[in-house]
């Protein structure tokens, strides 16, 4: 692996991670105060997949900040390689170095064709979607019938507990958080 190969995957998540602290910092997204400390812990923890948290993610986070969580846990469990290709692909043009930094995640020795990692993250991003869709489907008439949650409610927490089991993070948002 080149130097500076592990110094983008490090950026990336140290990007991610800031990023997080930065939104769970917003007054809108939280219920009661949450030190510095605990928002970099959880984020981190959401970025990394670890589910560890400090705080009960339900009680202290609105909507808005358990969507952000969400949002970390998907970035952080599809990894910077996915991200980096999307950005890559948006914005056109892929440097020789870059077709290396890819080359080398995907352990392809040449990687001449931009269509083959537009396929790969096509297929990635739809099978993700899908499981975590199937995910929803399963948990939304338990959380909707035996939890006595309206639609909406239920809804939330079918998604948000999709994304975090397919990804193995342990982020829930019930307060024993078991």
């Known amino acids: 692996m080149k130097s500076y190969t592990y110094k983008i995957i490090i950026l990336f998540f140290l990007s ?3 990023i997080g602290v930065v939104l769970l910092s917003l ?3 939280v219920k009661q105060k949450v030190s510095f400390v605990d928002r970099l812990f959880i984020v981190t923890s959401a970025v990394c997949v ?3 948290t400090t705080v009960d993610i339900s009680s202290t986070f609105n909507f808005f900040g358990q969507l952000i969580i969400i949002l970390l846990i998907q970035s952080g469990g599809l990894g910077y390689m996915l991200l980096a290709s999307i950005v890559i692909i948006l914005f056109g043009r892929i440097s020789i170095a870059q077709k290396s930094i ?3 995640s995907l352990s ?3 990687l ?3 269509s083959q990692m537009t396929n790969l993250i096509i297929k990635i991003i739809f ?3 899908l499981f975590e869709l199937f995910g929803i489907v399963v948990l939304l008439p338990k959380f909707f019938l035996s939890d006595k949650m309206n639609f909406i409610q239920s809804l939330w927490y079918s998604i948000f507990h999709s994304v975090s089991a397919f990804f193995n993070a342990g982020f829930r948002l019930f307060a024993d958080n078991l």
């Open 102 to 104: 890819v080359g080398e």
């Open 27 to 29: 007054p809108w997204v």
């Open 112 to 114: 001449t064709k931009i």
């Open 108 to 110: 392809i020795s040449e």
């Open 50 to 52: 670890t589910g560890l």
């Open 127 to 129: 099978m993700t979607l």
């Open 16 to 18: 991610l991670i800031f």
